[in-house]
């Protein structure tokens, strides 16, 4: 049997990314880190195919970024700035639309090998183990934006999502609401569903709120979804004076389905969004929402894919627009 990338990688302790770097001469590690895995090297008798190594040695200067919806604002956003510090460093990038549901992911794969790119960005979406080992025998280094690997050897760039939701919640607790409407996307989603459900949950109860689950709807972070859970909670007639919705578009879709039924925002119904795309600007009226910075997390995702570096967690902010109003003690 023989020795490969990933056998050096686990004598060593550090990720095959890194022995890929040490291996091709590239930046990012210490030299107390190269040494461990040179040695490593030897003892094992590793010897990386001298074709893939002069591959790797005529630089593309090309970066595949992989993303399950191209066409979303909140991936327009990343994308520039991904594509920003690209330019900066004189790079291209390769944008792979994966499908909501990555069906399309082992393709791209093939075709990120085949033109040699120099490391791959993986935004947004669940990032499952078999697909950290697929990347693995590339022996591409990997970073992932927006979302994070289960394997803590990966580096990540991402907001921590249940302290942001739980300060999203927090602000509308402390603009004196008590009955808060939550539209997640999903308890199945481990990167962004359950944690800002949890930080919902979590702020509640911080403020000594009961949690009610007749105010509480799932769907999948769109447009459509956030209209149609927020109308089944107004026909039903749900008591609430504001909604926290887990995505700015499913945070104009509920500013819709409250305009064609009457309700008005802010005065009647307090909205706020998560993440400050284009769309909390565009909505009418303008979006309050949690932002996620996700033009500088794309940018700083970029600059440590290619020259190394630890996990970031990015900080969010709550951006005040017109959808969130002040309930007045009596």
């Given at each position: 049997?023989?020795?490969?990338?990933?056998?050096v990688a686990?004598k060593?302790?550090?990720?095959?990314?890194?022995?890929s770097?040490?291996v091709n001469n590239?930046?990012?590690?210490?030299e107390?880190?190269r040494k461990k895995?040179i040695?490593?090297?030897?003892?094992l008798?590793?010897?990386?195919?001298?074709?893939?190594?002069?591959?790797?040695g005529q630089?593309t200067?090309?970066?595949?970024?992989l993303?399950?919806?191209?066409?979303?604002l909140?991936?327009g956003?990343l994308?520039e700035?991904i594509?920003?510090?690209?330019q900066s460093?004189g790079?291209?990038?390769v944008?792979?639309n994966?499908g909501?549901e990555?069906?399309?992911t082992?393709?791209?794969?093939?075709?990120?090998?085949?033109?040699r790119v120099?490391?791959i960005?993986?935004a947004s979406?669940d990032?499952?183990?078999?697909l950290?080992?697929k990347?693995?025998?590339?022996?591409?280094?990997v970073?992932?934006?927006?979302?994070?690997?289960?394997?803590?050897?990966?580096?990540y760039?991402?907001?921590?999502d249940?302290?942001?939701?739980?300060?999203?919640?927090?602000?509308?607790?402390?603009?004196?609401?008590?009955s808060?409407a939550?539209?997640?996307?999903?308890?199945?989603?481990?990167?962004?569903?359950?944690?800002?459900?949890?930080g919902?949950l979590?702020a509640?109860?911080a403020?000594g709120?009961?949690?009610?689950?007749s105010l509480?709807r799932?769907?999948?972070f769109?447009f459509?979804s956030?209209?149609?859970e927020t109308?089944r909670?107004?026909?039903e007639?749900?008591?609430?004076?504001?909604?926290?919705?887990?995505?700015?578009e499913?945070?104009v879709g509920a500013?819709?389905?409250?305009?064609?039924?009457g309700?008005?925002?802010p005065?009647?119904?307090?909205v706020?969004?998560?993440d400050n795309?284009l769309?909390?600007e565009?909505a009418?009226?303008?979006l309050?929402?949690?932002e996620q910075p996700?033009h500088?997390m794309?940018?700083?995702?970029?600059?440590t894919l290619?020259?190394?570096?630890g996990?970031?967690?990015?900080k969010?902010?709550?951006?005040?627009?017109?959808?969130?109003?002040?309930?007045?003690e009596?």
């Amino acid at each position: 049997m023989s020795i490969t990338i990933k056998d050096v990688a686990r004598k060593t302790g550090v990720s095959i990314a890194t022995v890929s770097r040490i291996v091709n001469n590239q930046s990012g590690y210490s030299e107390q880190t190269r040494k461990k895995v040179i040695m490593a090297i030897e003892d094992l008798g590793y010897s990386p195919n001298a074709l893939a190594r002069g591959l790797v040695g005529q630089a593309t200067r090309t970066v595949g970024v992989l993303l399950p919806n191209v066409s979303s604002l909140f991936a327009g956003k990343l994308l520039e700035g991904i594509e920003a510090a690209a330019q900066s460093e004189g790079y291209s990038i390769v944008v792979c639309n994966t499908g909501s549901e990555g069906e399309r992911t082992d393709d791209y794969l093939t075709i990120l090998k085949q033109k040699r790119v120099e490391g791959i960005l993986y935004a947004s979406g669940d990032f499952p183990k078999d697909l950290g080992e697929k990347i693995d025998g590339l022996g591409l280094p990997v970073v992932t934006v927006a979302t994070r690997s289960h394997e803590e050897t990966i580096p990540y760039v991402k907001v921590d999502d249940q302290t942001a939701a739980f300060d999203g919640t927090s602000c509308l607790i402390e603009k004196g609401h008590r009955s808060i409407a939550f539209l997640g996307g999903g308890l199945s989603d481990p990167v962004a569903g359950k944690p800002r459900f949890d930080g919902y949950l979590d702020a509640l109860k911080a403020h000594g709120i009961p949690r009610q689950d007749s105010l509480v709807r799932f769907g999948d972070f769109r447009f459509e979804s956030g209209k149609r859970e927020t109308g089944r909670l107004l026909d039903e007639g749900a008591a609430f004076t504001a909604l926290f919705a887990s995505s700015d578009e499913m945070a104009v879709g509920a500013l819709h389905a409250a305009r064609e039924r009457g309700v008005r925002v802010p005065e009647e119904l307090s909205v706020l969004g998560y993440d400050n795309t284009l769309a909390a600007e565009m909505a009418l009226p303008p979006l309050t929402t949690v932002e996620q910075p996700l033009h500088a997390m794309g940018e700083q995702a970029f600059r440590t894919l290619i020259n190394g570096g630890g996990s970031l967690t990015a900080k969010h902010a709550i951006i005040e627009r017109q959808t969130v109003r002040q309930i007045e003690e009596e």
